[in-house]
């Protein structure tokens, strides 16, 4: 059983981002971190492998920033890390990085289930793991809070797959693509050994045309970044004698904001 | 030229939350001057149909094939994308819940369109639709636009108003037949476990939520309990016993912070943030929670923010507009009294 997993370095979640003069998002020198749902994707991906003596591989599209990303999936014990980077190709374009995913999966060959993550911390495009089910025609299986039933020589799975109203129970056809919820697993954290042998290993790096991808033009474009207003609140702490009369001074506000 | 609006229903009914949907996609026709066309798919389509015209939607595109009465992304998708296909629509919108995303996602890719998610505002330039959404959890705004025939777009909960009602339209409802036939299907629902009595939060107009602080209860655990499995009896007792009430009495919905989840003491599909749910309240209560950032990033945009917490110099103070310094065990009860009192 061939698993791929999708991932790619995002700032820390705690970083302070901005727009700066030039309309470009920064955060400083922060450092990045793996997409924080993908530590999810990450350990799935692992668990599977290991338990049915299977492949598995992790890819980031995009540039040299995401090594670290692919860095610490090996160190988490993940097998081989490709990256995919076509300069010029707006990644942030979700077609065009279909394109260059799913060119990566025919060039793996033999892959049986592609896990994400639910989405990416940054941009949360929401597009990609569905966009690359459709090119390749595979079942696309999305929020997905428990692997029930992996069953690699049937080439069948079983999830549960949260919705807004509950838990849906289905099962599909491999190869398939899931995307993975918080709470399927406890992420591993690299130990020492792992993160060695990942600083050592050395991250191929395939082109569109080692893929044989043409992208088309971007179907998107951002033509703005720019900073949100300032929330101004003034914060009333309530006083009052006790705990009754500051329940009955929040109770009178509350009103008095109509969100009652 | 139309623009299409998916109404996504449940268990043959409407959703609420389409007729935010049915809003935007009204104010988007009428600046392009076009009709907006209902797709409305699964069981009871046709009553949904009527009841979007309640709406405003003067047209309806709809199919209850039965293959389409449960939801499933491939059926659903492929009947999407040939409609798009067939009528071109200048956009197609729908709510970014957990099926609007993917269901918009997977017909964008279906027919080579551009999509822009998660969008809080929706504007015509020039012909062109833009999109303003949130980037890095809310810490910045951008602004999108797909040059494609098609733009699809899936809009936050609660970022727009409902469609206002209007009288006596009946809609003009085109049948469609299904598109997938059965074989083609590569998933098969199996079951659907609804979890009774939960409000969902992304659609609450109120959220009340318990952090760390829920552990702190002065009830005592039984016998036997101690350390962790006693914090665990104490905060699972207080979301219970103590702050249910306070949601029964507001017809709110629960929610939590990411350490009360990961200590036990609450369910992951309660927990708002940065890796939970992004809520848009118009009261947002917050009891015994510190105000982390990636917690702030879930909730910052609420329109009232309470917060109770024993510690006055908790963060959370910097972002609600009130706030009560005392033990949520002693607030709690006495504000649920109060508001009873006021509420009935
Ligand atoms: C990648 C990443 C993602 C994250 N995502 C999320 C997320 O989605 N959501 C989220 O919430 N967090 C998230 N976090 C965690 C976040 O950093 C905080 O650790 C978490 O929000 C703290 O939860 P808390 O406020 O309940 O606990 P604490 O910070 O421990 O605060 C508990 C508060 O309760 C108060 N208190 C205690 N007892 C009482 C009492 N009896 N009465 C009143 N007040 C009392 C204390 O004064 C304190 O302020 C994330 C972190 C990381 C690194
Ligand atoms: N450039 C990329 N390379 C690899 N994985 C990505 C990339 N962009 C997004 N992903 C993954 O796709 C999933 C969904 O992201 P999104 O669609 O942006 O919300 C997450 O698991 C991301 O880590």
């Known amino acids: 059983m061939h698993v791929v997993t999708f991932t790619r370095s995002t700032p820390d979640t705690a970083a302070k981002v901005w727009v700066d003069e030039e309309g470009a998002v920064s955060w400083g020198d922060v450092a990045t971190v793996v997409n924080p749902w993908d530590e999810y994707s990450l350990e799935e991906t692992i668990a599977i492998t290991k338990s049915s003596g299977g492949k598995s591989t992790v890819i980031a599209i995009g540039a040299a920033l995401h090594d670290d990303a692919l860095k610490h999936s090996l160190a988490m014990g993940i097998q081989d890390a490709i990256r995919v980077e076509e300069v010029g190709a707006d990644i942030h374009d979700s077609l065009n990085w279909s394109g260059l995913a799913a060119g990566a999966l025919q060039k793996l060959g033999d892959v049986d289930l592609v896990i994400f993550g639910k989405e990416s911390i940054d941009v949360a495009s929401d597009q990609h793991s569905m966009q690359l089910a459709r090119r390749m025609g595979w079942t696309m299986l999305s929020f997905v809070s428990a692997i029930v039933e992996l069953d690699a020589a049937a080439g069948t799975i079983r999830v549960e797959k949260s919705l807004e109203q509950g838990k849906q129970t289905l099962s599909a056809r491999l190869p398939a693509i899931i995307s993975v919820m918080k709470g399927i697993n406890e992420p591993r954290y690299p130990n020492f050994l792992g993160i060695r042998k990942a600083a050592k290993a050395k991250i191929p790096v395939w082109t569109a045309a080692d893929l044989g991808v043409e992208l088309p033009a971007p179907a998107t474009s951002a033509l703005r970044y720019f900073n949100p207003p300032p929330r101004a609140v003034s914060t009333e702490i309530i006083a009052g004698e006790g705990v009754s009369d500051k329940v009955e001074t929040l109770v009178a506000r509350l009103f008095e904001e109509k969100v009652l | ?344």
């Open chain 2, 1 to 344: 030229m139309t623009v299409f609006v998916w109404i996504e229903s449940f268990a043959g009914r409407a959703l609420s939350s389409s007729w935010e949907a049915l809003g935007a996609a009204s104010a988007l026709a009428a600046d392009l001057d076009c009709a907006v066309t209902a797709v409305v798919l699964g069981a009871n389509a046709e009553e949904i149909a009527a009841e979007a015209a309640g709406y405003g939607a003067r047209q309806a595109r709809v199919c209850s094939d039965a293959s389409l009465s449960e939801y499933r992304l491939e059926t659903y998708a492929a009947l999407l994308s040939q409609l798009v296909a067939e009528h071109k629509p200048k956009a197609v919108l729908a709510v970014a819940s957990n099926r609007g995303r993917e269901l918009l996602a997977s017909a964008a890719a279906d027919t080579g369109n551009g999509m822009i998610s998660d969008v809080i505002e929706l504007r015509l330039a020039d012909g062109q639709i833009i999109g303003t959404r949130p980037a890095y959890a809310g810490k910045v705004l951008m602004e999108m636009t797909a040059h494609t025939e098609t733009t699809f777009v899936t809009l936050r909960a609660r970022a727009f108003s409902p469609a206002a009602a209007v009288a006596g339209n009946p809609p003009a409802i085109q049948r469609t037949a299904a598109a997938a036939t059965p074989d083609s299907i590569a998933s098969l629902v199996e079951g659907f476990a609804t979890e009774s009595g939960t409000v969902n939060l992304t659609d609450a107009a109120i959220i009340v939520s318990g952090g760390r602080g829920m552990a702190n209860n002065p009830r005592n655990p039984p016998d036997g309990l101690t350390g962790e499995a006693a914090a665990i009896w104490k905060a699972k007792d207080g979301f219970a016993n103590t702050l249910a009430p306070l949601v029964d009495v507001l017809g709110a919905a629960l929610g939590a912070s990411r350490a009360a989840v990961d200590a036990g003491y609450i369910p992951y599909e309660h927990q708002v943030g940065q890796t939970g749910k992004v809520v848009n309240p118009d009261l947002y209560i917050a009891c015994g929670i510190s105000g982390a950032i990636q917690h702030q990033a879930g909730m910052r945009n609420s329109k009232v923010i309470v917060a109770i917490n024993k510690d006055a110099q908790a963060p959370i103070f910097k972002l609600a507009h009130y706030g009560i310094v005392g033990d949520l065990y002693e607030v709690v009860p006495a504000l649920t009294a109060a508001l009873r009192r006021r509420l009935g």
